[in-house]
């Protein structure tokens, strides 16, 4: 019966329309309250809810956050585009190349795929459509490549993971994603490639060396950072925490190098940052919660021991679990889907021989199809703002490329080795 009042609340505040953290916490407090005395009941559903964000791996979200605003701001994503469009707009369709290039670029610098959605998206979204693009099939190309930035480190989603998990090493899901991102975004290239081919998109410019070499260097202080953040975490020098806030500090340098963010403008940057940090821990502080009261019912137990007895192939159970997650995903938010399932499905993945930093990588590559469906794909409705378009007009064009991000997440989930690989290689 608990289960069943959890699933069917959490189910109805969502259909009427309430905020997803509200949605979590009220229905976990309704079960609370079925299943022991309300005291006792709303007493753990405060205590789960401050004690969920007592966490010093946590206070590296702020900070990549903050890192992610100032880049925003900072002229950096001008020169990725500059970059990109220098190494692949001579290819056919080329500013959709750009368009992906970039967004895997600034994503993975800013780890935010609302970022590269917004910022990449504006900039190159314009530039496609003067050239002849549609408005729909550059809105589908954005809304996909932004989500590379949450597998490529540094990655906020991935800490949250590694919180949910026990303590899964966040280095060595760093290192993790580069290989699965990288996949996603070639995939991605090749979709666009073959739609503009048949579209007849022009070109952007000629391949020129010199060109090359010029925005390199214009975008080597930005890109300097993916190595001292991960560098720095890799070698030991400071942890993923010391790490975001070194990310801060170097991007308030490199902005006041650029001369592109004044001391005017950053009170409304910090503001940013803290209203998109204060939406990301209301969902984790209510997600403990949750997670809590499903532990309590035995919910994750007993959905290994369902799995465990419907097969025991270890290719069959991971693709159930993949095609839960796929679902969850249309109807969830990352950060609670992956607070609330890494509890229930990392003990049957770990049961069947999956190592836990390739789980993680399959649930974040998951997920993140759900960022660009609807009802609550939040980087969709960016996209299709950016674009000025509408979401029905966008499904279509967006079809080719889901079928790209589900060949990626087939080719991972079976493939171990493209997501361990990177981190043996470091010991992890």
């Not at 992610?68 to 020169?79: D, F, L, T």
């Not at 220098?86 to 970039?102: D, E, F, T």
């Not at 984790?284 to 035995?298: G, H, P, R």
Request: glycine share 10%.
């Amino acid at each position: 019966m608990e289960v069943a009042i959890l699933v069917l609340s959490f189910v109805v505040l969502i259909g009427l329309g309430m905020p997803i953290a509200w949605c979590i916490g009220i229905s976990a407090t309704i079960t609370m309250l079925v299943s022991i005395p309300a005291l006792p009941a709303l007493t753990t559903v405060a205590q789960q809810t401050a004690t969920g964000l007592d966490s010093f791996g946590l206070l590296a979200i702020p900070f990549f956050i903050l890192a992610g605003e100032i880049m925003n701001r900072g002229g950096i994503a001008r020169r990725l585009i500059a970059f990109a469009r220098s190494l692949v707009g001579s290819l056919p369709g080329g500013l959709a190349h750009v368009n992906i290039i970039a967004a895997m670029l600034f994503g993975a610098i800013a780890g935010s795929a609302a970022a590269a959605a917004s910022a990449v998206g504006g900039t190159v979204g314009k530039a496609m459509e003067k050239e002849g693009y549609s408005k729909e099939f550059s809105a589908a190309v954005n809304i996909t490549s932004s989500t590379t930035g949450l597998i490529i480190p540094p990655s906020n989603i991935l800490i949250v993971y590694s919180l949910a998990s026990g303590g899964v090493s966040i280095a060595a899901l760093f290192l993790a994603g580069y290989v699965p991102g990288l996949l996603v975004g070639f995939l991605l290239m090749a979709v666009a490639a073959i739609i503009a081919k048949r579209k007849g998109y022009t070109t952007s410019g000629s391949f020129s060396i010199r060109e090359v070499g010029r925005s390199f260097v214009q975008a080597l202080p930005s890109l300097a950072l993916l190595f001292i953040v991960i560098g720095g975490i890799v070698v030991g020098i400071f942890t993923a925490t010391e790490a975001s806030a070194a990310a801060v500090l170097y991007c308030l340098l490199l902005s006041y190098f650029y001369g592109e963010v004044t001391l005017t403008q950053l009170p409304r940057v910090f503001l940013n940052a803290v209203g998109t940090t204060s939406i990301v821990m209301i969902l984790i502080a209510t997600s403990i919660s949750m997670s809590w009261i499903m532990a309590f019912e035995n919910i994750p137990q007993d959905i290994t021991s369902f799995l465990l007895a419907t097969s025991d192939n270890p290719v069959v159970i991971m693709i159930i679990i993949n095609l839960i997650l796929l679902f969850v995903g249309v109807f969830m938010d990352m950060t609670p889907a992956v607070l609330i399932f890494t509890p229930i499905f990392l003990p049957v993945a770990v049961q069947i021989g999956i190592d836990p930093v390739h789980f993680g990588i399959i649930m974040i590559l998951n997920l993140c199809i759900g960022l660009c469906t609807p009802p609550v794909g939040s980087i969709l409705f960016i996209g299709v703002g950016v674009a000025g378009t509408t979401i029905r007009k966008v499904v279509r064009p967006l079809l080719p490329f889901f079928v790209a991000m589900l060949l990626a997440l087939l080719i991972v989930t079976l493939v171990p080795g493209l997501s361990t690989w990177l981190p043996a290689q470091f010991g992890f």
